[in-house]
């Protein structure tokens, strides 16, 4: 039995992770016409057509989907035997880390953690970009380094988690408003116009649900996609917002918090990244930081 080119792991690593025979030409420095004998040969190889036509792109078939995560991880791990072992030196380290986070983290967190990257490596610049969705692909592709965040069933079972912090919902509301005096009840705080807080604009969430088991219901005169703009309302309003409370503390200065007065459901918020950066160094270092810096930030 001939022993086959592994090197055609390499092309089929990119052509999956691309869906375009162009794109992963580009990638690998290939001509196009170079690429697609290479597709032909993966498709002698393998015995399937890996990428079948609809209508001007490519798309995987079930054989193709299924090789997926194991060939990159695959290349991942020979990429990692083949690579020289290296001492990590912090302070001659230069290297820019992307972080996808939701609001607030940066506002709460970010300070620290750039102090203490200055301190331990003056030539790391870290890069946040915002979090719209709890898909995986720009941790697998490599735009993203590290996110944070609540893990989602979206998210792709290879992606590494490590937990970072617990939150709980409180309530936020104007400095003045009425629910600054006197004890608050499930009632009290149902009565009050609310903000809800959806990406995808759902009128409904966690808040509700909790509601229902005091046969009560809010009423939600808006919505909006985020933390930042529920407290600029509510802080210019009557309105009150509902919020993960370790997660907006500098957004909330000047305004009155109070604990909700009814059992809510319990945040958690993780790191996540992809395990092809398990073994490596600065990524270790960087992930020991965010850990560090989310533990003692309270």
Same mark, same amino acid.
């Given at each position: 039995?001939?022993?086959?080119?592994?090197?055609?792991?390499?092309?089929?690593?990119?052509?999956?992770?691309?869906?375009?025979?162009? @794109?992963?030409?580009?990638?690998?420095?290939?001509?196009?016409?170079?690429?697609?004998?290479?597709?032909?040969?993966? @498709?002698?190889?393998? *015995? &399937?057509?890996?990428?079948?036509?609809? *209508?001007?792109?490519?798309? !995987?078939? !079930?054989?193709?989907?299924?090789? =997926?995560?194991?060939?990159?991880?695959?290349?991942?791990?020979?990429?990692?035997?083949?690579?020289?072992?290296?001492?990590?030196?912090?302070?001659?380290?230069?290297?820019? %880390?992307?972080?996808?986070?939701?609001?607030?983290?940066?506002?709460?967190?970010?300070? &620290? #953690?750039?102090?203490?990257?200055?301190?331990?490596?003056?030539?790391?610049?870290?890069? %946040?970009?915002?979090?719209?969705?709890?898909?995986?692909?720009?941790?697998? /592709?490599?735009?993203?380094?590290?996110?944070?965040?609540?893990?989602?069933?979206?998210?792709?079972?290879?992606?590494?988690?490590?937990?970072?912090? =617990?939150?709980?919902?409180?309530?936020?509301?104007?400095?003045?408003?009425?629910?600054?005096?006197?004890?608050?009840? +499930?009632?009290?705080?149902?009565?009050?116009?609310?903000?809800?807080?959806?990406? @995808?604009?759902?009128?409904?969430? +966690?808040? /509700?649900?909790?509601?229902?088991?005091?046969?009560?219901?809010?009423?939600?005169?808006?919505?909006?996609?985020?933390?930042?703009?529920?407290?600029?309302?509510? =802080?210019?309003?009557? #309105?009150?917002?509902?919020?993960?409370? =370790?997660?907006?503390?500098? #957004?909330?200065?000047?305004?009155?918090? %109070?604990?909700?007065? %009814?059992?809510? +459901?319990?945040?958690?918020?993780?790191?996540?990244?992809? +395990?092809?950066? &398990?073994? &490596?160094?600065?990524?270790?270092?960087? @992930?020991?930081?965010?850990?560090?810096?989310?533990?003692?930030?309270?």
């Amino acid at each position: 039995m001939s022993t086959p080119d592994f090197n055609l792991l390499v092309t089929l690593d990119v052509l999956l992770a691309e869906g375009n025979v162009a @794109r992963a030409a580009q990638r690998l420095r290939l001509s196009p016409s170079a690429m697609s004998r290479a597709l032909a040969r993966l @498709r002698e190889t393998t *015995g &399937d057509p890996l990428l079948v036509r609809a *209508g001007r792109g490519l798309v !995987p078939t !079930p054989r193709a989907l299924e090789l =997926r995560e194991r060939v990159s991880q695959l290349v991942q791990d020979a990429q990692a035997v083949l690579r020289p072992a290296e001492t990590l030196n912090l302070k001659q380290l230069v290297r820019t %880390f992307t972080l996808r986070t939701r609001e607030g983290f940066v506002e709460n967190f970010g300070p &620290d #953690l750039i102090a203490r990257v200055g301190a331990e490596a003056p030539g790391v610049r870290l890069c %946040f970009v915002q979090k719209q969705d709890k898909e995986s692909r720009s941790l697998r /592709d490599g735009t993203v380094d590290l996110e944070t965040g609540v893990v989602g069933d979206v998210m792709s079972p290879e992606v590494r988690t490590r937990v970072l912090f =617990r939150d709980r919902f409180i309530g936020v509301a104007r400095a003045g408003h009425a629910l600054s005096r006197g004890k608050i009840t +499930p009632a009290r705080y149902a009565a009050g116009r609310h903000i809800g807080i959806s990406r @995808r604009g759902l009128a409904e969430g +966690p808040i /509700d649900a909790a509601l229902k088991a005091f046969g009560l219901e809010r009423q939600i005169a808006t919505i909006v996609g985020g933390f930042s703009a529920a407290l600029a309302l509510a =802080r210019a309003s009557d #309105l009150i917002a509902t919020v993960p409370e =370790r997660h907006t503390g500098n #957004l909330r200065v000047g305004m009155h918090s %109070f604990p909700l007065p %009814f059992p809510a +459901p319990e945040v958690i918020i993780s790191m996540l990244w992809h +395990p092809r950066m &398990d073994a &490596d160094p600065a990524h270790r270092w960087l @992930r020991g930081l965010v850990l560090d810096i989310c533990a003692a930030t309270r």
